[in-house]
């Protein structure tokens, strides 16, 4: 099966600085992959989505870039602000009608 | 508001105890699947359930049991609970668009201690 791999597991970084997760993954059908974003205390909710036919996704301060030959993909943060701090996980899903596999998430602090 | 409900939030048990976890959801989503987050694995997906008459298992689905009641139910039982049990769960849900999986929607949580 799949197996998402996720770096760093903690981040700390001072406001105003970017941030960057990173994750590989080992099947090579995944063709989507999701980042939540987990409060304190509260769910995860989707902050940003790539299909394999795309490399770079852009929202604002944060983007998503994909590497598909060496399967990994990475989560851009930047001018970070302190709200910005929270559990982020990344996620590859096989197939178009398959399950999601998580990273292990990264715990990030953003210090004013 | 269409949501995912999880019920109870907050679950303190006994070893041996049967324990059962809900999830209600309003979105009209066929796709319910149950989560486990421990620190530092990330989310674990336990069951799945692509409809009402489809229940599969994931990749940690033992000494869980789950139940598709109606396509807005989906509950997680644990027949006997042990301590290594104790996490906080997560109910997600999703839906078919065309040929794609929907993105993920949680429900609060549960967080369960076995003592």
Redesign the interface.
């Known amino acids: 099966g799949e197996n998402v791999e996720q770096h760093p597991s903690t981040l700390s970084v001072q406001e105003g600085d970017s941030a960057v997760i990173k994750c590989t993954y080992s099947d090579s059908a995944s063709n989507y992959f999701p980042w939540y974003k987990q409060e304190l205390g509260k769910r995860p909710q989707l902050i940003i989505d790539i299909r394999s036919n795309v490399g770079e996704k852009k929202d604002q301060r944060i983007a998503v870039t994909l590497n598909k030959t060496a399967k990994h993909f990475s989560l851009h943060i930047t001018e970070t602000q302190p709200e910005d701090s929270a559990v982020y996980f990344c996620a590859a899903r096989g197939t178009s009608y398959g399950k999601l596999t998580f990273g292990q998430g990264t715990i990030l602090t953003v210090h004013p | 508001d269409a949501d995912v409900t999880q019920t109870p939030r907050n679950r303190i048990t006994k070893t041996g105890k049967r324990i059962m976890l809900e999830c209600s959801q309003t979105k009209g989503h066929d796709r319910m699947?149950w989560?486990r987050q421990d620190p530092?694995?990330?989310?674990?997906?336990i069951y799945?359930s692509f409809d009402v008459k489809d229940i599969n298992k994931?990749?940690i689905s033992d000494g869980y049991s789950v139940s598709r009641q109606a396509q807005a139910k989906f509950s997680l039982s644990l027949e006997s609970a042990i301590p290594n049990q104790t996490a906080l769960y997560?109910c997600a849900t999703s839906d078919?668009y065309g040929?794609?999986?929907s993105?993920?929607h949680?429900?609060?949580?549960t967080r369960l201690t076995v003592t």
């Open positions: 699947y989560y530092g694995l990330g989310l674990r997906l799945y994931g990749e997560f078919l040929l794609y999986n993105p993920l949680f429900g609060n949580g």
